[in-house]
Nanobody
Framework: QVQLVESGGGSVPAGGSLRLSCALS????????MAWFRQAPGKEREGISVIRRSNGVTYYIASVKGRITISQDNSKNTLDLQMNSLNPEDTAMYYC?????????????????????WGQGTQVTVSS
């Protein structure tokens, strides 16, 4: 089992920045991909960025590319998400997730079904 705990959420005005962190613990050996998802009220959970643990290769969906950066520190078992130029559409609960599968995303979509370990989430609210 892998436990994930997110932190760093909060409320910021439009144009502001936040840095989210995710701490991994438990049996982390064999985890292959780490991802950040978000879920706004009334919407489906959406994968926004992934990083492959072995080589650090990253992927971002178009709506966040250029504004956010995913990073990891495998020695500390942490995953971060630096978010800049935030806008109200970024308001959501943000979750980190981990996978043991070979695929981090499929067809350009970071699918929830690829990830088996989830944190409880941290709320991000961006005011206009």
């Amino acid at each position: 089992q892998v436990q994930l705990v997110e932190s760093g959420g909060g409320s910021v005005p439009a144009g502001g920045s936040l840095r989210l962190s995710c701490a991994l613990s438990g049996y982390t050996d064999g985890t292959t991909c780490m991802a950040w998802f978000r879920q706004a009220p009334g919407k489906e959970r959406e994968g926004i960025s992934v990083i492959r643990r072995s080589n650090g290769v990253t992927y971002y969906i178009a709506s966040v590319k250029g504004r956010i950066t995913i990073s990891q520190d495998n020695s500390k078992n942490t995953l971060d998400l630096q978010m800049n130029s935030l806008n109200p559409e970024d308001t959501a609960m943000y979750y980190c997730a981990a996978s043991r599968g070979a695929v981090c995303s499929a067809g350009g979509v970071i699918k929830t079904g690829l990830y088996i370990y989830w944190g409880q989430g941290t709320q991000v609210t961006v005011s206009s």
